[in-house]
């Protein structure tokens, strides 16, 4: 299970066009000038690791285009983005194979401020001076995993210029500019700053270089100092450069001891650690075992080395993925097979379907008694993951996730009485704080079946009978996990469940339960009633507003109106809609009520529903009987294959959370 969060991933570079539309240097007009900019890049940022496939999911999505870029983040203490903050937006997104890099057209309040920025921060880099710590950080919202693996990048607030990125972001080179005389050679430096160029401007190649204006070298101190930021950025880009790659640890540290405590570009860096690869590529060729087969020609068509297998076994392991429909290296060597009676044949040798094993037959010298069941029960677990993972999980955003260790129920434990600090005068003894805690439970269960693959399936080569039936059991367990989830609405007549202190998770005692239909002016108030809760122990107000609107998909259009009205829906006074875009509508398929509807708060600011995973195991699981003589073949001719999954569903406190039963 995914957890959603927003951050502020800092991976961005400007990489500076300077050129309009028509390949010439724009002044301040309203069209700007453009630069070629890094909007995110693979590696490890803030805590997090982002792939090339989420990046690249993120541009299939289209949450790069049109967005708007600011001049730095805003404040903690501000309420949504400033006009006066305005620098630019972002056009033409693409993947270049490295990173996510845009168009930044310059416009708005800013747009002057970013273009100096540009100029001197190129000047600096080509004249081999230190440049300011200026780079781009994007604000998103994104689901990660429990080891930090950033899954989907769910929104992508703004990108906005900042100083001193986190990830070392910086301007790392010009692809094009026109401040060139038409004698073609680099304006010179005035006493004044200014330049000699004429009016008259010559577009330049790419491969010239650009040479900028420079004011007059900083004070020691100062200019120390942003060597020293510089060599930290470098340092960054280093590390985190060395931590994506794929190179063995000595070539690792090869590469460290060139880079490490001076300056340099990425480019140089880059291509200093893919030389390590075409190094380390010809040291393991020799002892790399090919797959059995006739060698493939799609990859040595399109200039790719061939996938690397280990043995005949993996070859046929592949095969089965690419029989079943699951992704396969584009270039690997694989020998098609013709259909699952193939493919048994090829590992238990059974040419007659016997249901035994014939180590005299079977076409694959490592394979054993197990080979079948093991490579069965591997290809149909990927395609119960694949089912299981197809539909987005609804419930993601709501819910807060727990590894458990054991079967134990799982407790949830509520420290309070630590609402505010109290005062102590000059010479006076501290006082002790008193607290408290609320505990609620919640018993791990254990969902599964077996499934059986029959020698008939077998023989009678239906690949589609088998597939779906991995298939069938990944949308069944999806759907376990949402009713989980959706039964803490709509247990006990819509009451909930029953808490620790006797009383159902919705009551008209917790200020918690409501009867209106949904509108404006009822959410307004379920707003107000979960913004109302007190902490436990005191009267002091949470103060946190509903972040989640749940309904069920009949009254999805209904929320989508209050949402994204930017005034009241059905008032005739033009008022405005206090609620506009500040929240997230969440359809709940499982609720066959068409007029109940609830509000939930962002997990992270007040927990409430909690999901346990057993050992950090999220998703369920295939296992099947190893041995092909096995009971079950014996007794039924089939192979007995098992799905399981443990799930734990609990609700750790009814802050945050409100439900309108409607009659």
Known sequence: MDERLGVRVELGALLPDALGDDGRQQGSGSQGKRFEVICIRPGKANGLSFSPEVLQRSLEDGLWQGLTVFMDHAAPS???????????????????????????????????????????????????????????????????????????????????????????????????????????????????????????????????????????????????????????????????????????????????????????????????????????ARLVEAQVVRGAGPSGTAGAAAGREPWQLRDSLDQVRLAAYQLFGLPVPENARITRLSGVRELYHKLTGDLEFRGQFDPERVTLANADTSTMANITADVLNKVLLQAYNRRERWWEPIVANRDLNSLHDMKMIRVYGFSALSTVGEGAPYTEKTWDDLQETASVVKKGNYIGITLEMLMADDVQAVRAVPELLGSAAYNTVADAVAAVFTSNSGAGPTMADGTSLFHATRGNLGSAALASASFDAAQLAIMSQTEPGSLRKLGVPGRFLLVPVQLRSTAMVIRNSQYQPGSSNNDVNPWYQGFEVVPVPAWSDANDWAVATDPNQAEHIVLGWLQGRREPEIFAATDAQSAAMFTNDEMRLKVRFFICCGVADYRGLYKANVA
């Open 78 to 280: 501000e309420n949504g983005r400033r006009v006066r903050d305005v620098a630019g937006v972002l056009e033409h997104p693409t993947w270049n194979g490295q990173a996510v890099i845009a168009q930044l057209r310059t416009c708005g309040p800013q747009a002057e401020t970013v273009q100096r920025l540009a100029s001197e921060v190129l000047a600096a880099v080509e004249a081999g001076q230190v440049a300011p710590n200026i780079g781009l950080s994007a604000d998103l919202l994104l689901c990660r995993d429990s080891q930090r693996n950033v899954t989907r990048i769910v929104r992508v607030n703004s990108v906005d210029v900042v100083y001193d990125p986190a990830a070392g972001g910086a301007f790392v080179r010009a692809l094009n500019a026109t401040a060139q005389s038409k004698s073609g050679e680099h304006p010179r430096p005035q006493p004044n700053g200014g330049s000699d160029m004429t009016d008259q401007k010559t577009p330049l190649a790419e491969s010239d270089q650009v040479v900028v204006a420079q004011s007059e070298p900083q004070a020691g101190e100062e200019l120390a100092s942003m060597r020293q930021m510089y060599q930290a950025s470098c340092t960054y880009m280093l590390d985190m450069a060395l931590a994506a790659s794929d190179l063995p640890l000595p070539l690792k540290d090869e590469v460290r001891a060139q880079f490490s405590q001076r300056s340099f570009r990425p480019e140089e860096l880059q291509r200093a650690i893919q030389a390590k690869r075409d190094t380390w």
